[in-house]
């Protein structure tokens, strides 16, 4: 008897397999259609919403280059993703290596605080941080917002990096250590490039997570600067206009290279990791 | 090497979570007033619970959605199974602003979702969809189903399928065998979706604020609310202090359930 012509259990048989497969589509397509209504609406020659749009014209993305604020917004989201990509990669790195050679009685502890800022609604952690950035003279820069996002980007490097260094064996570092190379020598040549993957995709998480922040933002932002996800907000509040569909377009279009970058990269890896074997 | 990065979470994270509790105490003179305050006016007792339920309601409908999803892409094979995994990725990797605008698009009132509904004659004139607690579940089933699918089809990828055939020979009928065996071996990914879609879900701002509306208030909106409208931070420590108490004890909970591996929560 092959495996296949028993139905083990009552989502693999021939008609469970089939209404599984349709199911799944219309799942996949309830999480794509969002995704696929704001395209076509940076198209539509139409100011009002209106769908499908009645004809196409590239307006608002000409409108969009006019309006040096959205160009601005953009420039202090990236101006706050990067530093906050660098600080979360060297504070989640650092972490994730310590608890992943500390005893079992301290890795518990120390993994909930590091993994706390994930789980915590980010409404209370921007009122907390708000009066402590206050008594720092920190309010209206950059910094705030960079150590707001870094808080919520560490967790993110922790989980990625603490996968990887989880493959490496102890005895790796020992023995460079005992070949003689000093403690920066055995992680730039030994454990750097088994965990380097791990790092990369956890970099990509807190840069699109810091571009993509809202209620920080809210918070921490001042005039000077204002983040692109602040901006979108505020301009919903006003109006559904076709220049915030246009917008929006571009920052999916960032995602999906964002996307297509950590699958690239976690590809990469995996057959890396094959042929070391 | 540990000292950089529990420094700077207890600088601004431990501490200020503390301040935010220590201020919700208020003034030496009468303290607590502000917790009195909360419970007597009860909107903001009804908002904790339309919080809850919101939540609660949204992992429910996330769970049942997902898991025959996450059943078909762990069987799936070749680029079948890629192509889904990347639509499930895909909208995780989108920022939720721009989901939630998308979904303010599709539910106006002359939107897609009511057209379709005309053409299918299932109504006879538009609906009101926007500004209803209906509007805010659709939108955030939608943002938080990935973190139920993901967990689920980590658990399911793991099980042995050799248990299922088994219990199958042993003439176990198929829907026995999904009930004793199946579910029960897929059961962490069901906690762990579960504890991460129901503690998202308390603290969930934008969806709520853009498809609800001021009516349909959540937790978080209250608070947000209470310092940029009334500047009243006593009242929005006291909210916060309620919301990341509730939050800490859940979090507790499930990963008690779970067997305390918190990190194997998110992979």
Redesign the interface.
Known sequence: MT?GS????????RL?RAA??A??SV??A??????A??AP?SLSSQPF???PPPGWTLRWYYDLGEQPRWLIATVNSLCIAAPTMLLSV???T??A???GR?GRRWA?P????????????????A???Y??LVDLHLQDSYAAVV??H??IG?PLV??TV??SFAAVPPSLELAARTLGADVWQAFRRVTFPMIRVGMASGALLAF?TS??E??LA??LTGPGTETL?RL??DQ?SFA?TPT??AV?TL??AL??V??GT??AIGAAGGRRTLRAR | ??A???V??C???????A??MWASIGPPEAPFSVYARVVAQGFYLRSFLYTVETAFVVTLVCLA??Y??A???A?ARGWTGRL?S??????L???????S??????F?R???VN?GLLWLHWIAEPVQILQTSVAVRIGMV?IL??FMVLPLIASMSKVD?TL??A???LGAT??R??LR??LRLTLPGVLAGCSLVF?SA?????TPA?LGGARNAT??MM??QA??VFLDWPL??AL?TI??LT?VAL?LAFARLTG?E??TL??
């Open positions: 495996a028993v139905p083990a259990d009552a989502l693999s048989g469970g599984v497969g199911y799944s799942v996949l309830f999480l794509l259609l969002p995704i209504v704001v609406m919403l209106e769908f060297a504070l989640g650092l972490a290596l310590a608890v500390i518990r120390l993994t909930l605080l590091m993994l706390a800022p994930m789980m915590l609604p980010h409404v209370i952690i009122i907390g941080l009066p402590t150590i707001g870094t808080v560490v922790f989980l603490s996968a699109a571009f993509d809202l209620m809210l918070f996800p979108i907000w919903l559904l915030l569909a929006a920052i999916l995602s999906v964002l996307l950590a699958t | 090497m540990l950089p990065p529990v700077f979470l600088v601004f994270l431990v501490m200020p979570l301040r935010v959605t997902a025959p999803l059943y078909a892409v069987n889904m990347t639509a499930i990725l895909l909208p990797w989108t920022s939720v602003v721009i989901r605008y998308a979904w303010l698009i599709l106006q002359h939107g897609p057209d939608h189903l990935p399928r299922l055939r219990a199958s020979v198929p829907m065998v999904f065996v199946y503690i308390l603290g969930f701002y934008i853009l937790a978080a608070i947000e310092v940029s929005a420590s916060s919301l990341l939050t979090y305390g918190l990190g998110v992979r």
